[in-house]
Antibody, heavy 119, light 109 residues
Framework: EVQLVESGGGLVKPGGSLRLSCAASGISFSNYAMNWVRQAPGKGLEWVSSISGTSTYIYYADSVKGRFTISRDNAKSSLYLQMNSLRADDTALYYC????????????WGQGTMVTVSS | QSALTQPRSVSGSPGQSVTIACTGTSSDVGGYNYVSWYRQHPGKAPQLIIYDVNKRPSGVPDRFSGSKSVNTASLTISGLQAEDEADYYCCSYTGSFKVFGGGTKLTVL
């Protein structure tokens, strides 16, 4: 069964750090670009970051550039998001999503992990 | 990286058709034929329903269709069903980044 499972969310104070993980199963993980997409409570989807299959190409939304770092470990079929200097407006449900380059769409999503930034 | 523009809400009765517009610029929607659409039910993860402007993934009914004209993409849902009540998001590939629309809440009356 194809599955993405996020973990690592929680409550953190402004200025703090958190590392999210996404474990993939049932897919040839290294063949796909992976992304983080977030959704603030009651709000819409926001693309956060993407990483190519070999980690050659990495991109960030302006809102997180310089604070977040995306990475992957293909041997462990895992995706990561290191989040530093967290702010209240980073509070959101963070989804891991597979980018299918033959369809140019996010075809597989995890269920998300919640990050709350509050003092 | 400005969000694409979608109407906040649309509604229709069962059996009717509704269309949701998604307006961007020549740097995103107008510049690439890589617009995708997602349906999200409350408390659930988004689901891909249209890719490459007008293609449907396997398993998505042909009641869902997509199109694009210049800088505006559209999602049309025909033969509305109760299960179609959800939030809908467009997304455009921009060469390096991806940008989503603000989302549209579809209410089936």
């Amino acid at each position: 069964e194809v599955q993405l499972v996020e973990s690592g969310g929680g409550l953190v104070k402004p200025g703090g750090s958190l590392r999210l993980s996404c474990a993939a199963s049932g897919i040839s993980f290294s063949n796909y670009a992976m992304n983080w997409v977030r959704q603030a409570p009651g709000k819409g989807l926001e693309w956060v970051s993407s990483i190519s299959g070999t980690s050659t190409y990495i991109y960030y939304a302006d809102s997180v550039k310089g604070r977040f770092t995306i990475s992957r470990d293909n041997a462990k079929s895992s995706l990561y998001l290191q989040m530093n200097s967290l702010r209240a407006d980073d509070t959101a449900l963070y989804y891991c999503a597979r980018w299918e380059s033959s369809t140019y769409g996010f075809d597989i999503w995890g269920q998300g992990t919640m990050v709350t930034v509050s003092s | 990286q400005s969000a694409l523009t979608q109407p906040r809400s649309v509604s229709g009765s069962p059996g009717q058709s509704v269309t949701i517009a998604c307006t961007g610029t020549s740097s995103d929607v107008g510049g690439y034929n890589y617009v995708s659409w997602y349906r999200q039910h409350p408390g659930k993860a988004p689901q891909l329903i249209i890719y490459d402007v007008n293609k449907r993934p396997s398993g998505v009914p042909d009641r869902f269709s997509g199109s694009k004209s210049v800088n505006t993409a559209s999602l049309t849902i025909s033969g509305l069903q109760a299960e179609d009540e959800a939030d809908y998001y467009c997304c455009s590939y921009t060469g390096s980044f991806k940008v989503f629309g603000g989302g549209t809440k579809l209410t089936v009356l």
